[in-house]
């Protein structure tokens, strides 16, 4: 836990995930900067379904598109 108090307004939750701090509100807000941060796996899981999924063109998969955003 990094801090407790605060808000859950646009700007602050903005600020906060970019600082990789993340709010848990049971009460008080408290904000938390887990450790260890998560990793990608290092390999994805390919499930035959899901594969099926994406070649019919169900959904539209992308990766790493709106960073500068």
């Not at 900067?33 to 499930?47: E, F």
């Amino acid at each position: 836990m990094v801090a407790v108090g605060g808000d859950l307004e646009p700007g602050t939750l903005l600020a906060a995930y970019r600082a990789g701090i993340f709010p848990w509100s049971d009460g008080p807000i408290t904000w938390w900067s887990p450790t260890p941060r998560g990793l990608p796996p290092r390999r994805p899981a390919r499930l035959r379904s899901l594969a099926r999924t994406i070649r019919r063109g169900v959904f539209r998969v992308t990766f790493d598109t709106a960073f500068p955003g």
